[in-house]
């Protein structure tokens, strides 16, 4: 496709700094992907069909389009390609060994030519052996300032595992046709929070430093060594605008150094420029600006390609930035819904069609049956089938696993996430499973990460915080209150954990004892009637959990979730243990009745967003009546809730 000279729609990709550019003036086109998570064919494995909003395959032709349409330009990746996917998974855990090197994303990478990338907090998933090992075959550089093999005194100090700068030697066609040599400067950052996120594969070989820190080392001194202009590829979000120690979405205050000309921002899966970032301080959405800068954030799994257009001029030898604009451009400007992969860059479907045609006939192996529907539209809801049937994998394991321990008698309890819960992923992002034969594409589905089993043994006191972590997903609502929005739109469905093997209520209405982020608040907390066995949960009291070990590393400020309460491990993934659950006919724990219901609160009606396809698998919401209120959201089904009246 790169020899095509015509594509679809590239007259909207021509920008005015084309036209204004004069001699000694540039326009340089700067791309982006960022996210990809092994996505490279327009296809879900999960609900098995194509998928026109999806791929590297069919970004590649709006790489190519940019392009053609601009007279420079340079295609940077922004870290997590390489896990995300069963074609990912699957090579990771060596299931698909024939097709493992060179591995089918750095192939298809290579065959789109990046001029470089970073790496994301995902990369190592699968440890650092697997990750060095996948990246020699890059045909680019990729860079990490701070994930590091030993720290030094300071930051430029430091022995990193990956190069954590590079300058790219190029020469920008001017405006009036000369040939101009430029320096690119690039730093790479992941989260600092990389190194506790995988501790169990990682610890004593990684060690991280904060984002901003780290680059005021190393800015200056790209600067001295001749870099014209720096781009940084942060894997990280935008965040608050005031630095933060460790602050996990860094870019806001990342731009506001002096030395950085550019960002690339990613792994909070949204896109900037969208209105969704308008009114911030610091942000500038109709210019794609954060702190002046020109930034831009293309979204997950190649929906989109993030675009950012410089306008630089030369004098005495110096390049500076004349003008800016960053922005995105999203798959739906290709065509391709009835079929994505002929609407797609042959070239880098070639690249993986062998692992992709593999991953698709290992995961089509049936494994079981369910017994009813199961699906995460009403995960955060009093409705958990699919949550119940993880929980059960979690449960079985670990009571076998320590039957001989010195805890056996302890009871164990067993928590499930609804990764699948809409949220940044869009109005698709459900799992969705008909009644009937199960595949291991569905127990994917059900469990998306590569988490290993974790078990931990925490005291009541403990387990209630942990419950009160996971409730601050809700908004706070006033008893009585009419179409109250029930969650914050902007906490992440990875924090609500559904516990098994409890009876427990979430009151809606009291301040919860923690923020969404994790701050503790002055609340007195939201878990009610908490009860084991119909007993209620004391203090002192003990209990295992089986949890993940994702959820262990403290990340995320669950209490009794960390590695000193750890009571087991193995390298076992928690998606084999469904698996194997199922086999055993495990699926049946979806009819076990939700652990959890709402204080009740009569008279009040609250909204819910979910799914669309929603409409089709409406369960019983213990507690509320359900009223259908159609779609406020494109993409989104919208649910009246409402408790009873009180009685009398």
């Known amino acids: 496709m790169s020899d095509d000279k015509s594509l679809p729609g590239q007259g909207q990709y021509t920008h005015r700094y084309s036209e204004r550019a004069g001699a000694q003036q540039a326009h340089l086109r700067i791309l982006e992907t960022s996210d ?16 026109p909003n999806v791929g590297l395959g069919r970004i590649a032709l709006l790489v190519e389009r940019a392009r053609h349409s601009a007279p420079n330009t340079l295609l940077f990746d922004n870290g997590d390609f390489l896990q995300g996917t069963p074609l990912g998974d699957f090579i990771a855990e060596g299931a698909l060994a024939d097709v493992a090197r060179p591995h089918p994303v750095i192939a298809a990478m290579n065959a789109l030519g990046y001029d470089a990338g970073t790496v994301g907090n995902h990369e190592f998933n699968f440890g650092l052996d697997f990750l060095l090992s996948a990246l020699k075959d890059a045909d680019f550089p990729l860079l990490s300032a701070n994930a590091i093999r030993k720290m030094g005194k300071r930051p430029a100090e430091d022995v990193t595992y990956f190069p954590p700068v590079a300058i790219l030697e190029r020469t920008l066609s001017s405006g009036s046709g000369e040939m101009l040599p430029i320096r690119v400067g690039l730093i790479g950052f992941l989260p600092p929070q990389t190194s506790r996120w995988d501790r169990a594969k990682l610890a004593g070989q990684l060690d991280t430093r904060d984002i901003v820190e780290t680059a005021r080392d190393y800015a200056p001194e790209l600067k001295a060594q001749g870099a014209d202009l720096i781009v940084a590829l942060a894997h990280s979000g935008l965040g608050a ?15 506001a150094l002096p030395e950085i000309d550019v960002v690339l921002a990613g792994h909070s899966h949204l896109v900037f420029p969208s209105p969704r970032f308008a009114g911030i301080p610091g942000i500038d959405v109709e210019n794609g600006w954060i702190n002046g800068k020109p930034a831009t954030m293309p979204g997950a799994w190649g929906t989109h390609l993030g675009v950012v257009d410089l306008l630089l001029g030369r004098e005495n030898g110096n390049w500076t930035v004349l003008d800016s604009q960053g922005s995105t451009q999203p798959l739906s400007d290709l065509p391709g819904d009835q079929d994505p992969a002929a609407s797609a860059d042959t070239r880098i479907l070639a690249a993986a069609e062998k692992a992709h045609k593999q991953a698709i006939s290992l995961i089509e192996k049936p494994i079981g049956e369910t017994p009813i529907a199961l699906q995460t539209y009403f995960a955060t809801l009093p409705s958990n089938n699919a949550l119940a049937v993880i929980a059960g994998a979690k449960a079985a394991h670990v009571k076998e696993a320590l039957r001989d321990s010195e805890v056996k008698d302890l009871p164990v309890l067993s928590s499930a996430t609804p990764f699948k819960s809409g949220g940044r992923g869009g109005p698709d992002y459900y799992t969705d499973i008909a009644a009937g034969p199960l595949a291991i594409r569905n127990a994917a589905d059900l469990y998306i990460y590569p988490n290993d089993i974790r078990a931990v043994r925490i005291c009541g006191s403990e387990l209630r915080g942990w419950l009160e972590r996971a409730a601050s997903i809700f908004n706070q609502v006033t008893p009585g209150a009419q179409d109250a929005r029930l ?6 469905g990875y ?16 301040e919860p004892l923690f923020l969404r982020d994790g701050e503790r608040t002055g609340g007195k907390g939201r878990i009610k009637n908490l009860r084991f066995e119909g007993r209620p949960v004391t203090d002192d009291m003990e209990f295992l959990v089986a949890t993940n070990s994702y959820r262990i590393s403290g990340v995320d400020g669950f209490p009794g979730a960390n590695e000193e309460s750890l009571v087991y491990s193995a390298p076992v993934t928690v998606r084999d243990l469904v698996i194997n659950h199922i086999g055993r006919g495990g699926a049946k724990d979806a009819l076990i009745p939700s652990p959890w219901r709402f204080t009740p609160l009569p008279g009040t009606s609250l909204l819910f967003e979910t799914g669309w396809g929603s409409r089709a698998r409406r369960p019983d919401i213990v507690g509320l009546s359900v009223e259908d209120r159609g779609s406020e959201t494109p993409g989104y089904a919208t649910y009246r809730l409402t408790f009873p009246a009180a009685e009398g």
């Open 495 to 510: 924090i609500f954990d559904v516990m098994f093997g409890l009876d427990y209520e979430i009151d809606i209405s009291a």
């Open 487 to 492: 969650l914050d739109r902007d906490a992440p």
């Open 36 to 51: 990809l998570h092994a996505h490279i064919f327009p296809y879900d494995y999960f609900a098995a069909k194509a998928d």
């Open 241 to 255: 605008a005031e630095p933060a120690k460790d602050q996990e979405n860094a870019c806001l205050p990342l731009a």
